[in-house]
C-alpha cells in the first residue's frame, strides 16, 4: 500500500488487483456513467457499482476495466456487490465525513496526527545524533 494525504494507505488489496480511494470528481463521474448505463431505478445501484469498481480496481498499476460496460460485462453482480463494499469500507475509514459525529473525527485526527509526529520524531533524532551538541550545552 502507499502513502495517501494524510500518510495512510491509499489503496486496498483485494484478490482482482487493487482498489484506490477515488476523488470527489471522479465518483461523481462514475454515478452519472452509472445512470447512463441503467435503464430504471432498479439497475441505477449495480450500475453505478460498476463504474466506480472500474474506476478503483487496478493491476500493476494500470487499470482493470475499460469502463463501467466492461466492469457490467465481465463481473458477476455478487463480485460487483462486494468489491464495492470493500471500496466503501476503505473509503469511510480514510475518508471520514461530517455524519460520523464529532467524537469519531476528533479519534481519527487523533490518530493521524500522531502517525506524522511518531514518522518525524524518528527522523530528528537521527539528526540530532550525527549534530552532538556543543560543550556547555544541555543535552
Known sequence: MEG??????????????????????????ARREG?????????RAVCRNACLIAKALERHGRAVFEDGQDAL??????DIARLS????????EHNPSALDGEREIARRKKDWSTRLM????????ACSALCPPRRGQKP
Open 4 to 29: 495517501g494525504l494524510w500518510n495512510g494507505p491509499d489503496r486496498v488489496r483485494v484478490k482482482e488487483g487493487s482498489l484506490r480511494l477515488l476523488s470527489a470528481r471522479e465518483v461523481l463521474d
Open 73 to 78: 460485462n465481465r463481473l458477476r453482480v455478487e
Open 85 to 92: 463494499d470493500a471500496w466503501a469500507a476503505f473509503n469511510r
Open 118 to 125: 511518531s514518522a518525524f520524531n524518528g527522523a530528528c533524532s
Open 35 to 43: 445512470d447512463g448505463l441503467a435503464r430504471d431505478g432498479r439497475e
